[in-house]
């Protein structure tokens, strides 16, 4: 009997190691290289992007997945993302007008739609001065801009999720600002992600280039119709002129049973001044990289973002300023509102280079627990080599002020309400940061919607 029972004992810890060896991280990294064999195979790319996408993969294969003991990782556990097989996603149908028109905040935006990654819907009558082309067909023109910037900044080697954009991107937007030119209208790339996603990864891949003293501003929105569990693997590279102004805002609201790795990189001449706004409420599991260098005298910076999750999501924000050239401010805030069972993780850091003289550097993170399971893991650090600069950080986990509550109690505003105008107040204390108005004002009501409803 007791044999008979040592040997069903085995078997089952045969099938809980198969099992185990079937949804392990090495079994997914196996499934990537298997589908980017199969694509090498019938690819029609120059030789010199299969060469370097050969390499990414290579850079992905041995790195592996990053685990906790990875000090950019330490608070967020991959293990959801690297032990799924995900399949490349399928080519997307086109999105109607009413599915885009809960997408859009403006009507008359420049709007460019990809769906599963690929591109849908170019946007019509550009003024002059503003090129917005696909990364597909730049890539089967073989421009020389491609060769100079793709995969320059966010590099194979910076890290396991834009190695994996590298070697597998197939689109993008590729944003020209021509020197002076002044963008009226915000730009609104749209990444959609439809049935043809479920169970599947993309990898979009813009690359944004604003010349000397240009202006713009451009929104990143990606979102679901029609897919529940996916992967999105995002890399945007982003080239700042003397001069040039740019705001770019980021808007994750993926399905709420979706993965998300997004990265943001970007590089600042003198004189310019980029803004970054970072707005998260989907995703399972979802992780933001901002990360920007101040390589010109009296460049600026400005990093803001809100998240707002509950149940079991986790949400995740690494920024990274690096101060290069003196006379640079950076201003960072970002602010959580964390419910349920969810878990927040911000981690920031400044680092000024021994000749960044004169760095005025601020950054902020506040964040409000409305659950007693709701957490957060919040570490700002400043790197400083310079002997004359002004740099501060700080951070603070609280839940809703008590004497708040009681006052507007006892002005007769019920307890469920005061909590949810309290919310809704610390929200928009970032969301007021916002210049553009119409996002601003579209933000807002989805906040007072989420908390007040």
């Keep these: ?111 460019v739609v990809f769906v599963n990654g690929r591109l849908a819907a170019p946007s019509q009558g550009l003024p002059a001065g503003l090129t917005i082309t696909s990364l597909a067909s730049e890539i089967e023109g073989d421009t020389d801009l491609i060769k100079r910037h793709f995969s320059k900044l966010a590099t194979p080697e910076s890290g396991t999720f834009t190695a994996l954009n590298a070697a597998f991107a197939i689109d993008g937007a590729v944003i020209r600002l021509a020197a002076d030119t002044v963008v009226e209208k915000p730009i609104h790339l749209v990444f959609v992600s439809d049935a043809g996603a479920e169970q599947a990864a993309t990898h979009p891949h813009n690359l944004v280039f604003a010349e000397r003293h240009s202006q713009a501003t451009i929104i990143e929105s990606f979102v679901a119709v029609g897919a529940d569990v996916y992967f999105t693997n995002a890399v945007t590279e982003v080239f700042v002129a003397d001069g040039a102004r740019l705001s770019h805002y980021k808007l994750q609201r993926e399905s709420q049973n979706a993965f998300h790795v997004g990265t943001l990189q970007v590089h600042q001449a003198r004189d310019s001044r980029y803004e970054s706004f970072s707005f998260a409420t989907g995703a399972e599991l979802s992780r933001t990289n901002v990360y920007t260098t101040l390589a010109g005298d ?61 760095t005025d550097g601020k950054q902020s993170n506040n964040n409000l627990l409305l659950s007693d399971q709701a957490r957060v893991d919040t570490k700002p650090q400043l790197e400083i080599f310079a002997d004359d600069v002004k740099c501060t950080h700080g951070a603070t986990v609280g839940r809703l002020d008590e004497t708040a509550l009681f006052y507007m109690r006892s002005r007769g505003i019920g307890t469920s309400q005061a909590r949810r105008l309290l919310t809704y107040a610390f929200a928009a204390d970032v969301l007021e940061k916002l210049e553009l108005e119409p996002l601003k004002e579209a933000l807002e009501a989805q906040v007072l919607e989420r908390f007040t409803s």
Excluded at 4 to 22: N, P, Q
Excluded at 40 to 49: A, G, I, N, V
Excluded at 83 to 109: C, M, N, T
């Design 1 to 111: 009997m007791s044999e008979a029972v040592d040997a069903l004992t085995k078997v089952g810890m045969m099938v809980a190691d198969a099992i185990s060896s079937e949804n392990s991280p090495r079994a997914s990294i196996e499934a990537y290289r298997r589908d980017f064999d199969e694509a090498d195979k019938s690819s029609s790319e120059p030789q010199w992007l299969r060469s370097m996408r050969r390499s990414a993969m290579d850079t992905f294969e041995s790195g592996g997945f990053p685990s906790m003991k990875n000090e950019d990782w330490h608070f967020t556990n991959i293990a959801p993302v690297a032990e799924h097989k995900f399949q490349p996603a399928k080519k997307g149908a086109a999105v109607s007008s009413e599915a885009l028109a809960r997408i859009e905040y403006g009507q008359d935006w420049h709007t």
């Design 298 to 358: 009296a460049a600026e910076a400005v990093l803001n973002g809100l998240y707002m999750v509950d149940g079991k999501q986790h949400v995740d924000h690494q920024t990274r300023i690096e101060h290069v050239a003196p006379n640079c401010p950076s201003h960072e805030l970002y602010k959580g509102i964390l419910d349920g069972r969810s878990h927040g993780v911000f981690n920031g850091k400044v680092y000024v280079h021994p000749e960044a003289q004169k």
